[in-house]
T-cell receptor, first 109, second 115 residues
Framework: GQSLEQPSEVTAVEGAIVQINCTYQ??????LSWYQQHDGGAPTFLSY????GLEETGRFSSFLSRSDSYGYLLLQELQMKDSASYFC??????????FGAGTQVVVTP | SQTIHQWPATLVQPVGSPLSLECTVE??????LYWYRQAAGRGLQLLFY??????ISSEVPQNLSASRPQDRQFILSSKKLLLSDSGFYLC??????????????FGPGTRLLVL
């Protein structure tokens, strides 16, 4: 079967570091994408991991372990504008993305 | 550059009425197109995807249908709306052959409220 797990909510203060974990189970797997969605807006692409290891894009980094069916998104130097929902989305053999319920990140002053 | 348009932005419809949501993409050819629905506070549910004109795959059986009359046009329809059809409808596109790493780009979405 298919499943996707990530925490429902994470709260942190400005300047802190947040890690959002994602475990998945899919029938096929090519890689893991991360999307950000601000309240009322559309999702926007953040990063993609096809291979094991860490990908860094500015303040955001994403990690993948294919053998563990696990990945995480690391948000560093948190800013108020980072308050949003974050979705991990594994893509299966066609390239379809499976979105979970997402993690609401709340950044406080 | 590529852009994706959706309209209308918001829609309030009575139960049992028909629905037509339109999505168009500019600046790219032969995109893969997707329709998603997002309930309040929830994740995205893939409804339909299309790899070409007239080629539609349905992910979830329901009272919705999709059509792709032109390369860069994707339409979501219903003959009779249900209360459960309320939600945020998102259209997305990607370019590729269905392999790895295809980033999906989302339109601004349509908020549908069925009363």
């Amino acid at each position: 079967g298919q499943s996707l797990e990530q925490p429902s909510e994470v709260t942190a203060v400005e300047g802190a570091i947040v890690q959002i974990n994602c475990t998945y189970q899919t029938s096929g797997f090519y890689g893991l994408s991360w999307y950000q969605q601000h309240d009322g807006g559309a999702p926007t692409f953040l990063s993609y991991n096809a291979l094991d290891g860490l990908e860094e894009t500015g303040r955001f980094s994403s990690f993948l372990s294919r053998s563990d069916s696990y990945g995480y998104l690391l948000l560093q130097e948190l800013q108020m504008k980072d308050s949003a929902s974050y979705f991990c989305a594994p893509d299966d053999s066609w390239g379809k993305l499976q979105f979970g319920a997402g993690t609401q990140v709340v950044v406080t002053p | 550059s590529q852009t994706i348009h959706q309209w209308p932005a918001t829609l309030v419809q009575p139960v049992g009425s028909p629905l037509s949501l339109e999505c168009t993409v500019e600046g790219t050819s032969n995109p893969n197109l997707y329709w998603y629905r997002q309930a309040a506070g929830r994740g995205l549910q893939l409804l339909f995807y299309s790899v070409g004109i007239g080629q539609i795959s349905s992910e979830v059986p329901q009272n919705l249908s999709a059509s792709r009359p032109q390369d860069r046009q994707f339409i979501l329809s219903s003959k009779k709306l249900l209360l459960s059809d309320s939600g945020f409808y998102l259209c997305a596109w990607s370019v590729g052959t269905g392999g790895e790493g295809e980033t999906q780009y989302f339109g601004p979405g349509t908020r549908l409220l069925v009363l």
